[in-house]
C-alpha cells in the first residue's frame, strides 16, 4: 500500500472514529420529552441535590453560570450581568421549566447566548473538548435544578 493511500485510509478512520463518539455520547445522553416549555421529568429519575447544584453553578471552569449571571448568597466576586440574576429564579421558573433552561435554552430564547448544556447536535464553534459531549450530565442538571428552584426570594 503506497504512502499515500495509507495517508488516506488514517483520515478516514479518523473520522470515522470522530463521528462513531458523536454518535455513541449523543446516544448516552438520557431521552427527554419537552411539553411546552418544559421538561417536566427529571432526567435521572430522582430529585437533585442542592448542595452539589450550588457547586455546578459555581464552577467557573465548565459551567461559567457567573461569568453571565449574579448568584445570591455568595462570596464570589466578579459576577456578570449579562444574563438575568439567578435571584427568585426558584420563583419564576417551575423545575420543568429550568430544566429546559440548563438542557437546551435556545428551545426557549431562540437568540440567547446562553449555552446548551445537554445537548451534542446541532450547535455551532463548540470548544474541541466539549465536541460530542454535553457540558454537563444528568446528575448535574438535576443538581442545578435542585439548588436553582430553592432561590426564591426576588433580586435586590
Known sequence: ???????????????CAAAFSVSAAAQA???FQVDGREIRA????APGDVGRGLEVVRAREEVNCLLCH???????RFMGNLGP????????FSAGQLRLWLVDAKRVVPETIMPSYYR?????????RY??????????????????????????
Open 131 to 156: 465536541r460530542g459531549k454535553p457540558i454537563l450530565d444528568a446528575q448535574q442538571i438535576e443538581d442545578a435544578v435542585a439548588y436553582l428552584a430553592t432561590l426564591k426570594d426576588p433580586p435586590k
Open 70 to 76: 449574579s448568584v445570591p448568597g455568595t462570596s464570589d
Open 29 to 31: 445522553l438520557v431521552p
Open 1 to 15: 500500500m503506497s504512502a499515500r493511500l495509507k495517508d488516506s485510509a488514517a483520515s478516514i478512520a479518523a473520522a
Open 42 to 45: 427529571s432526567l435521572t429519575g
Open 120 to 128: 451534542v447536535e446541532g450547535l455551532n464553534m463548540v470548544a474541541t
Open 85 to 92: 440574576p439567578l435571584a427568585g429564579a426558584g420563583a419564576r
